[in-house]
């Protein structure tokens, strides 16, 4: 069996921090209520004329020097976004040119908080399926250009960033000892359009802002993203005792540890960064990947779980050996 295997990881965090009592000036809020009903405590913004390719391009040098290959190696890169610089080209063609990687193919995916597992789960399919060697996966962000400050139920909630992983492709036993992604699970639900939505775009010659029922989203969140993840455990059979990680999209920490109870996991099993983050969208999956790994939560040989939900609803799990 052909496997897509990590063979590197990166991240790339804004210098600018803004941390939760900065709110307390311009909105009726308190840092007590964004800890308490979220977790978070501090995010990223990305500086004025900064956009998501940059931050993208950055986070995908620091995985290719983490795996020592040249951006030529790659066959593909897919970057996670829903906050693109423009409307076309992908940001993923502006990477492209960007680190300098003058063959194969670059697209963009759009599924939201979703995107990255998304992501990850076409560039399995793309080794498994012989059409590409060395895939460069991208989760990149900057949900701050699309926030409306007066509104203290959605701007507080959302950070900037990327994060970056390579996945190569190597052949495997085809059991769950093998190294690289086991298993995916992905899913939508068009109808739930109207509980988180941007109201501009094309359509509207504006780019828009966030909009969210938050109350409605978790209640959909708890339970889809458990489902998910057991779909693919299910998948390549193993069970949760299995897991040394799970990897949750950081949206809010009454979400990751409500679903780690309902996997039957400990908290001490997962990967948190919500608190330094905030919501990141499409980057807090491999953010949180690359800063776990770098504090030596994550090594060689675990087995992961990572899950993630958004807009649309779009939702879904990827299971995989580090
Ligand atoms: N400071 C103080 N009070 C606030 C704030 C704030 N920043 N924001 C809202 N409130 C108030 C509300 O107005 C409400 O007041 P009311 O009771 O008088 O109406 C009260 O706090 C409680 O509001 P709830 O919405 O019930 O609070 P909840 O506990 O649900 O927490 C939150 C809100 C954090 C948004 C939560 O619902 C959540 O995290 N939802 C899920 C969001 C999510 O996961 N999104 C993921 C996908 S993101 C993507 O795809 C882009």
Partial sequence: TTRAVVAGCGHYLPEKVVENAEFEATLDTTDEWIRARSGIERRHFAAEGQTTSNMAARAARAALADAGWEATDLDALI?????????????????????????????????????????????NALIASGQARKVLVIGAETFSRIMDWSDRSTCVLFGDGAGALLLEAQEGAGTSDDRGILGTDLNSDGRHRDILYVDGGVSTQSTGHLRMKGREVFRHAVEKLAETAEATLEKAGVTADDIDWVVPHQANIRIIQGTAKKLGLGMDRVVVTVQDHGNTSAASIPLALSVGRENGQIKQGDLIVTEAIGGGLAWGAVLLRW
């Fill in 79 to 123: 970057v996670a976004t829903s906050t693109a610089d423009l409307t076309f080209p992908s940001a993923a063609t502006m990477v492209q040119a960007e680190i300098g990687m003058t063959k194969g193919f670059a697209f963009d995916v759009q599924a939201v908080c979703a995107g990255f597992v998304y992501a990850l789960a076409n560039a």
